[in-house]
């Protein structure tokens, strides 16, 4: 089965600073999916970026990049000059062709903004 | 182009009751998807629907029910409630039902008591 781990259940940076949020996930599929999304306050889970596993580039969306290790099957988040606005939960999900696409979570990383 | 909407936002009920839940996914979105999300459980899949059809099932008792009708809005049933199901239940939708990328809803906060 396959299987999504978030290992920094909480994270603190510094407002204009850069912060890495870490993920790994298990899986023997070769067709994939990854996301970040992130969950403020409001509850409402909001799709931060994309990766898809056939794809060597990293992707990115303005602050937001990640760093795609297929091999090592990690996928971590990096945001760039934080923002008051980033403190949230965020979670990394998988998704694959073979289940429908349904969307395995890991346990989240709360983000803290400091000012 | 408006996004997922559910209804109601929040849910008072009490054990032994039953509970409808609402999604009206993206305009042209016609796969629906259901989340919940408790602290202890984290966010686990519930089902999908697509073409009004049960395409794929999360592992939960048979009291989680839904359906999908043909304008492509969803309904998540929950019956005789237990105390455990106090979550909040997220919508998701995407155009297919072979597209990777789905979208939430602001989610329905039930809570059991």
């Known amino acids: 089965a396959q299987t999504v781990t978030q290992s920094q259940p909480e994270m603190s940076v510094q407002e204009a600073e850069t912060v890495t949020l870490s993920c790994t996930y298990d899986?023997?599929?070769?067709?994939?999916?990854l996301f970040w999304y992130k969950q403020p306050p409001s509850r409402q889970m909001i799709l931060v970026i994309r990766q898809e596993a056939y794809k060597q580039q990293n992707a990115t969306e303005n602050r937001f990049s990640v760093n795609f290790q297929k091999a090592a099957k990690s996928f971590s988040l990096k945001i760039s000059d934080s923002q008051l606005g980033d403190a949230a939960m965020y979670f990394c999900?998988?998704?694959?062709?073979?289940?429908?696409?349904?969307?395995?979570f890991g346990s989240g990383t709360r983000l803290l903004v400091r000012p | 182009k408006a996004g997922v909407t559910q209804t109601p936002r929040y849910l008072i009920k009490t054990r032994g009751q039953q509970v409808t839940l609402s999604c009206s996914p993206i305009s042209g979105h016609r796969s629906v998807s259901w989340y919940q999300q408790t602290p202890g459980q984290g966010l686990q899949f519930l089902f999908e629907y697509f073409s009004e059809t049960q395409r794929n099932k999360g592992n939960f008792p048979g009291r989680f029910s839904g359906r999908q009708f043909s304008n492509s809005r969803s309904e998540m049933n929950v019956s005789t409630l237990e105390l455990g199901d106090s979550a909040l239940y997220l919508c998701?939708?995407?155009?297919?039902?072979?597209?990777?990328?789905?979208?939430f809803g602001p989610g329905t906060r039930l809570t059991v008591l």
């Open positions: 899986t023997s599929e070769s067709d994939y999916y």
């Open positions: 999900a998988y998704s694959a062709v073979d289940s429908s696409y349904k969307l395995i």
């Open positions: 998701a939708s995407k155009r297919t039902a072979n597209t990777d990328t789905q979208y």
